[in-house]
């Protein structure tokens, strides 16, 4: 069952992706005024997350490994570039949590992957 849900490259799994992008966009992008206070590190945690969920459904949407690895890195560094023009902090740190989430949610996919086609 797992291996047939892996294998959907259909549009449940383009629109979880293209729902995915649309939640990073309003976390990433919101307003500083509309960005909750949260204890130190939070938000590397929700930076690691939504990118690990980027990797993950755009796997299953079928975009290729190499191409979805280099967009999702070039999001990040271009999010962070917007977050110091408009008012949030652009922070080396918040980059290095969203690589991490890219690299933990492409391995996850692959491991997953293998798993279920043996």
Same mark, same amino acid.
């Given at each position: ?11 449940? #799994? $383009? ?6 992008v ?14 909750? #206070? ?15 969920? !980027?990797?993950?459904?755009?796997r299953?949407?079928?975009?290729? $490994? ?12 271009? #999010?962070?570039?917007v977050?110091?023009?408009?008012? $949030? ?13 890219? !690299? ?11 798993? #279920?086609? $043996?």
């Amino acid at each position: 069952m797992v291996r047939d849900a892996l294998k959907v490259h259909a549009p449940l #799994s $383009r629109g979880v992706f293209a729902v995915v992008v649309l939640v990073s966009l309003a976390v990433l992008f919101a307003p500083a005024s509309d960005v909750p #206070s949260a204890p130190p590190g939070v938000d590397k945690i929700v930076h690691a997350s939504l990118f690990f969920a !980027l990797a993950i459904s755009g796997r299953w949407a079928g975009v290729g $490994r190499g191409v979805l690895a280099g967009a999702l890195v070039a999001y990040a560094a271009v #999010s962070e570039v917007v977050q110091g023009m408009v008012g $949030r902090d652009a922070a080396v740190g918040d980059l290095v949590a969203d690589v991490a989430g890219v !690299l933990l949610g492409l391995l996850a996919w692959q491991w997953f992957a293998q798993r #279920s086609f $043996r």
